[in-house]
């Protein structure tokens, strides 16, 4: 019953591990699967998880929380707020760590004002917030990082290229928040006072992770600096990072690497992005998530914006489409272990119609 549990608690991983395993018997394990592993990614997951269980720890959340609701007093002006800054802040720190930071938020601002119901439906929002607005910047989504330095774009045709899918996105997103009820919003208020001592440090080591993931520091240096930091002044942080989050991560990158080595899906794509580069983008993106498929891909054409297009766009979709998309999923099953089938129901059904929309606005509009 235990080990049961365990795997309706873990699913994606289970699936993840048993992609990896199926895949490994067609692709021996060999020198290059070394390369499969982003490990600067890896460590990014990890240290900006550990900052933000630090701030869990003193309440910094439902401080913010607190302040949220006192500034947007309905149910809908609150998730609109969450949404738009998931989404801002997708373009400025990666969708990764944007997930990572303001979906605990969205939880105690819901949890605590009585709306657990809408905690579903803000979460896929917020996910789709993350992984279309980042696709605006260079550095927004790692397969922008990959292919801005792939082929030499310059930041304003970047820009250019991302415009029509992005202001498409941010209508669709923002029109779904209007069909949450503007039900009013109350919480206590807050009797114990923040450490302002602890914020600060935390705020420290969440700019040091910061830099990481901009590339501004090496990732092993912001180890260096984050986990001895909490080893001293908050280990339970340490102890309470999804692990196995980052074990579905490693899975993945294990399951698209042995995929990008068969010569018949090379073969298969490699046709296919003769017929419609963007389609093609999206639709890989779906099976082997957007990254290695634009890693795959890039191999075989030159036509790079409906490339960027078309695995930005593919963002949308399954829950691998974006692996970002696994941090929303795992963030949920924490406080709904038994809602892990109405989860992913409502994201596919929503995930897809963005899919579809985008596709077709881009494909017609442009």
């Not at 149910?75 to 944007?98: K, P």
């Not at 009585?114 to 896929?124: H, R, S």
Request: hydrophobic share 55%.
């Amino acid at each position: 019953m235990r080990v049961w549990n365990w795997i309706k608690g873990n699913v994606v991983l289970c699936i993840a591990l048993l992609a990896a395993i199926v895949t490994a018997f067609i692709i021996p394990p060999d020198k290059e699967y070394l390369g499969y592993y982003d490990l600067r990614t890896l460590a990014c997951l990890f240290s900006v998880m550990a900052v933000v269980c630090a701030f869990q720890n003193i309440r910094f959340f439902y401080l913010l929380a607190s302040r949220i609701v006192r500034i947007f007093k309905n149910a809908r002006l609150a998730v609109l707020a969450l949404v738009w800054v998931t989404l801002v802040g997708s373009m400025l720190i990666t969708n990764d760590t944007a997930l990572l930071t303001f979906l605990p938020l969205s939880y105690l601002v819901l949890h605590t004002t009585g709306q657990d119901k809408l905690l579903a439906y803000t979460f896929i929002l917020q996910n789709a917030a993350a992984n279309l607005g980042g696709m605006l910047t260079p550095f927004g989504n790692p397969q922008n990082l990959y292919l801005y330095s792939y082929y030499s774009l310059e930041s304003g045709e970047f820009f250019g290229i991302m415009l029509l899918p992005f202001l498409i996105s941010v209508v669709l997103i923002t029109l779904c928040c209007f069909f949450i009820k503007p039900t009013p919003l109350s919480i206590a208020t807050e009797s114990t006072p923040l450490n302002a001592k602890r914020a600060i440090l935390y705020g420290v080591l969440f700019a040091v992770a910061l830099m990481v993931v901009i590339r501004v520091l090496p990732y092993p240096v912001g180890l260096i600096i984050i986990v001895p930091v909490l080893l001293i002044f908050d280990r339970k942080a340490l102890k309470n990072v999804d692990y196995a989050l980052l074990l579905t991560f490693a899975a993945f990158f294990t399951f698209s690497g042995n995929m990008a080595r068969m010569e018949s899906v090379q073969t298969l794509f490699s046709s296919l992005l003769e017929w419609n580069t963007l389609l093609t983008g999206a639709l890989l993106s779906q099976v082997i998530s957007n990254v290695p498929a634009a890693i795959l891909l890039s191999r075989f054409t030159d036509a790079y914006a409906p490339l960027l297009q078309g695995v930005n766009v593919g963002g949308a979709g399954t829950i691998i489409a974006s692996l970002a998309s696994l941090i929303t999923y795992q963030e949920y099953l924490k406080h709904e272990p038994q809602k892990g089938g109405y989860f992913m129901k409502l994201f596919t059904v929503t995930s897809f119609a963005f899919l579809i929309l985008l596709l077709l606005g881009t494909s017609l509009l442009q």
